[in-house]
């Protein structure tokens, strides 16, 4: 069975570091490109970042680029997100999603059931 | 930065034809994708590439893409329809979401 499976959430203070882990199972992961997407609770489904098959190329929402590092690991066939300067507004659950078309027209074809961030004092 | 615009709610009887639009600059030059979003659950893509229909998604949906407006269609609306949509497109190497309708079945 294809699942992603979200882990590493959890209640960090403004300034803080948390690394998020999404664990793949039933295909490879470095065959597809990846995504993680982001929920304010109440909110809409935002954007955050993507890596691709060769698992080097990444991008990044502005709203945390220089903050936020993506990356892979192939051998644990495991997703990656670094999250370091946390803010309150990051607080929101974290998704990680496969992307189907693996391309710049790509679609998000596999959802993990998401992890919990919250960034407070 | 390249925006996405759906209408906040849409209401719609049982049996009967919902509408969600999506706006965006050029957006028909684009492909747009749709995914239902339930409470407690994870996001489903409904429809990829405009007008592709994944797997297991019911027939009753369908989508188009045209000028600044794609639009998903949910023909013969169920209250199981009842969630929250979200138009996606890329712009620039980056994925955009729109703002998200919540479709109600009442």
């Known amino acids: 069975e294809v699942q992603l499976v979200e882990s590493g959430g959890g209640l960090v203070q403004p300034g803080g570091s948390l690394r998020l882990s999404c664990a793949a199972s039933?295909?490879?992961?470095?065959?597809?490109?990846m995504h993680w997407v982001r929920q304010v609770p109440g909110k809409g489904l935002v954007w955050v970042s993507r890596i691709e098959s060769d698992g080097i190329t990444t991008r990044y929402a502005d709203s945390v680029w220089g903050r936020f590092t993506i990356s892979s690991d192939n051998a644990k066939n495991t997703l990656y997100l670094q999250m370091n300067s946390l803010r309150d507004e990051d607080t929101a659950v974290y998704y990680c999603?496969?992307?189907?078309?693996?391309?710049?027209?790509?679609?998000?074809?596999?959802w993990g059931k998401g992890t919990t961030v919250t960034v407070s004092s | 930065s390249y925006e996405l615009t759906q209408p906040p709610s849409v209401s719609v009887s049982p049996g009967q034809t919902a509408s969600i639009t999506c706006s965006g600059d050029k957006l028909g030059d684009k492909y747009a994708s749709w995914y239902q979003h339930k409470p407690g659950q994870s996001p489903v893509v409904v429809m990829y590439?405009?007008?592709k229909r994944p797997s297991g998604i019911p027939e009753r949906f369908s989508g188009s893409n045209s000028g600044n407006t794609a639009t998903l269609t949910i023909s013969g609306t169920q209250a199981m329809d009842e969630a929250d949509y979200y138009c996606q497109a890329w712009d620039t190497g980056t994925v955009v979401f729109g703002g998200g309708t919540k479709l109600t079945v009442l």
């Open positions: 039933g295909f490879t992961i470095s065959t597809y490109w």
């Open positions: 999603a496969r992307d189907g078309g693996s391309s710049s027209s790509g679609y998000m074809d596999v």
């Open positions: 590439q405009d007008t």
